[in-house]
């Protein structure tokens, strides 16, 4: 054992004078900040401070009183996301072992006392396992995905608007932000990218132009147009700050949407719409049935990846006012009491954000993969 | 009237490369005509015109009773009557052009459900017994990836069918099939002459297009140089250019 790691390191890490110095810079200076990284997270960090604020941290400011909304949404959110993942991944025992897991650390976290609280993310993650097996065992339900997501969205507004939008806030917004732009911008984008290939110049000249502008531009600047548009544009509607910043964060992520279907759509051979057209179908037959299902395949993976971008972008909703994950781990310090706490807070942000984008990273390759094997 | 097929002086263009010239074709109800030529002669587009995937510019074009509009009528439009068209007339492509996302009986019952209407249930048996005309019936829940070409360019010919075809076009059908995979497709295609289909046949397999072509249109550069009798076509061409083409294919 001992032997072999001393041959491969010779091979690997001492090999070439270059290798050698660069051996003895780079690993000594990582155990030593891996030391006082591990030092701190021991010994000085106070971390009693996340259980404590882990309600702002999760949901912001809606009122706790109110919080079983708050876990009705998530567990919508848990059906969705286990339905979702069930479409690619065969439902496994280890997958339910690594959910356990998840559970133990959860628990952990906010303490053995709060019981009701892990019991509601126990059956969280019931749900999300039973998502996900259902939909792997009947593939009959896949063709309700998408209704039934456009469902969920609808029922999550319901549930969590009675004590007013304006209070969300927290991680739950920032996926929420995330669920609804990836959801809704899917079937605008798709619509956009067909545009852009439409036979009426004038339908192709608005959809490049929208796209284009959408490109050419910030996110911030969208999201902040939006915001001071909408009470011009639709007063009598009074939208909330969050349902706006979801309307700018939706049209400016249908353009990329618009761009990752387009070139779906390029990798899909002429010769399958010639054929389809051969036998009679219709352009929009063809269109629908044909050329979108190829399309899709190939712009799978980019399009998960845009949902993390979706993610990792939410924070900037606190132009609008809005207070997002990263926005409520910013309130707790503002608390002069736990003025000393932004290492602790900040290190929770950074893992939480971590582990949620490289999640979304490792479905995104796992469905590469799985794509590639279907394409027979 | 009784021709199916009906082309008076068409013309057609890329650009200023003139590619179809003056062409006068007509070819009749349960006739099987089989174009032949040199690659780049022409004769690919020419039968791509007779559904509409190619367009032409000047001249007329008749199909089984509708005048197929030229480029200009359909810049303004006229995809439902291409279609109505193109409903009465299968092709089979080079390169089969099967849906590689859909089964085989997937692949063949699209069409008859979103054309004609038709119920799942209708659809699928079907193209259970189309399958079983191609002799692949044990295939019918595959993907077209699993196949081979062969079973593959069956199939292709199984989905035109489903629509139920008066005119079936072939686009040089054993271009991309490996030599031991040619005659399982030829096979299918004589017993569909020998059932009376009438048939517009682009391929190189001269002793196969002796066998069943009623008539031979020999294409060169665009124009028509000859058309006649397989028999006499084969044996004593009258044109030089066809003498020449005939010497250089036959030898092998």
Not at chain 1, 77 to 96: E, M, N, Q, Y
Not at chain 1, 224 to 245: E, H, K, N, S, T
Not at chain 2, 70 to 80: A, K, S, T
Not at chain 2, 128 to 139: I, M, N, P
């Amino acid at each position: 054992m001992i032997a072999r790691f001393l041959k491969w390191s010779r091979h690997n890490l001492f090999g070439k004078p270059f290798d050698i110095l660069l051996s003895l810079t780079v690993i000594p200076g990582f155990l030593w900040l891996a030391y006082q990284v591990a030092a701190w997270t021991v010994t000085t960090a106070r971390w009693e401070i996340i259980p404590e604020s882990l309600r702002i941290l999760m949901i912001g400011i809606f009122p706790a009183e109110q919080a079983w909304r708050a876990w009705v949404a998530i567990m919508i959110i848990a059906a969705l996301l286990g339905a979702a993942l069930g479409c690619v991944f065969a439902f496994r025992k280890r997958h339910a072992a690594g959910l356990l897991l998840v559970l133990a650390a959860v628990i952990a976290l906010t303490g053995s006392k709060d019981l009701t609280n892990a019991l509601l993310t126990a059956s969280t993650i019931a749900i999300f396992a039973s998502g996900c097996a259902a939909i792997s065992l009947i593939p009959l339900l896949r063709r309700a995905l998408l209704p039934a997501g456009f469902i969920a969205l609808i029922a999550i507004f319901a549930v969590m608007s009675p004590p007013g939008a304006g209070l969300w806030g927290g991680l739950l917004l920032s996926i929420l932000l995330t669920l609804v732009t990836s959801i809704v911008s899917l079937p605008v984008g798709i619509l956009l990218a067909f545009g852009r290939r439409s036979r009426f110049s004038s339908m192709r000249w608005i959809c490049m132009g929208y796209i284009e502008v959408m490109r050419s531009v910030p996110l911030i600047m969208v999201v902040y147009w939006i915001w001071i548009l909408m009470p011009v544009l639709a007063p009598q509607f009074g939208l909330a700050d969050v349902v706006r910043g979801m309307i700018g964060f939706t049209l400016f992520y249908s353009a990329y949407v618009a761009e990752y279907v387009r070139s779906g759509l390029q990798a899909v051979p002429r010769e399958q719409t010639e054929a389809a057209r051969s036998l009679g179908m219709s352009e929009f037959d063809i269109n629908r049935s044909i050329v979108l299902p190829q399309a899709l395949r190939v712009a799978v993976p980019p399009l998960v990846g845009n949902v993390l971008d979706i993610f990792n972008t939410a924070p900037l909703v606190f132009i609008i006012g809005l207070t997002d994950f990263l926005r409520a781990g910013q309130m707790i310090l503002a608390n002069p009491q736990y003025g000393d706490r932004t290492y602790e807070v900040y290190a929770f942000l950074f893992l939480t954000y971590f582990l949620v984008g490289s999640l979304i990273t490792f479905v995104a390759r796992r469905l590469e993969t799985h794509l590639a094997r279907g394409n027979r | 009237m009784n021709a199916i097929i009906e082309m008076k002086n068409l013309n057609k263009f890329y650009g200023s490369h003139h590619v179809l010239k003056d062409i006068d074709l007509s070819v009749s109800r349960g006739e099987v005509v089989v174009v032949v030529g040199a690659s780049g002669s022409g004769k690919s587009t020419l039968i791509r015109c007779v559904n509409g995937l190619e367009m032409y510019q000047n001249g007329s074009l008749l199909v089984d009773g509708y005048p197929m509009p030229v480029e200009e009528d359909r810049r303004l439009g006229g995809e439902r009557e291409l279609a109505a068209i193109r409903k009465g007339v299968g092709m089979v492509f080079q390169q089969f052009n099967l849906f590689p996302h859909k089964t085989v009986v997937e692949n063949i019952t699209i069409a008859p459900m979103r054309v004609h209407r038709k119920t799942r249930r209708e659809a699928e048996a079907t193209a259970l017994k189309l399958l079983e005309r191609v002799g692949l019936e044990a295939h019918a829940h595959k993907y077209p990836g699993q196949l081979s070409g062969g079973q593959q360019q069956r199939v292709a010919i199984a989905r035109s069918l489903a629509m139920e075809p008066h005119l079936m076009l072939f686009d040089e059908p054993t271009s991309a099939l490996d030599p031991e995979m040619i005659g399982e497709v030829l096979d299918v295609m004589r017993e569909l002459a020998a059932d009376g289909m009438t048939m517009m046949i682009v391929t190189h397999e001269m002793g196969f297009a002796r066998e069943v072509a009623d008539r031979i249109v020999y294409i060169d550069q665009g124009s028509i140089l000859e058309i006649g009798k397989p028999d006499a076509f084969f044996d004593n061409p009258e044109n030089d250019r066809a003498r020449s083409f005939l010497a250089r294919v036959l030898k092998h």
